[in-house]
């Protein structure tokens, strides 16, 4: 399981009007855009900058391959009116997640989204304003 989605920031995710971000936040916009599916309303909050709040960076240990990648975690805050429409197959039980109701099995979740759920059960790390 997952409470994401991912991907690898490249050189074509920098642009002019976001410099200080290298590319990080268009990388997130990117990625959001291939993997569901946005209507004219939604794409429009999707290009607003309040819309994206960096969370945290971290990396995890649990595997060689997640020992070669930094996750810089970005929360994107969509329209009230928004329902999420998988764009990509291999999308597998798409929903919502209640944050205030812990996760009865932490350890069916991929590391990154294990250790993110944590650290917000425990209140290291909030979405919201704490």
Do not use: M
């Not at 350890?107 to 944590?118: H, Q």
């Amino acid at each position: 399981k997952s409470i994401g989605f991912g991907g690898h920031v490249s050189d074509e995710d920098l642009n002019l009007f976001d410099a200080s971000g290298h590319g990080i936040v268009e990388n997130a916009r990117r990625e959001l855009c291939e993997e569901l599916v946005f209507d004219a309303d939604e794409i429009a909050q999707l290009e607003r900058p309040e819309s994206f709040r960096l969370l945290c960076g971290l990396n995890t240990y649990d595997s060689i391959e997640a020992r070669k990648h930094l996750a810089i975690v970005i929360v994107y805050f969509c329209s009230h009116s928004f329902v999420p429409k998988k764009n990509e197959l291999s999308i597998n039980d798409l929903r919502w997640t209640d944050l205030s109701k812990p996760e009865n099995d932490l350890d069916a979740f991929e590391p990154w989204s294990k250790t993110i759920l944590a650290a917000i059960y425990s209140g290291e790390i909030c979405i919201e304003s704490c």
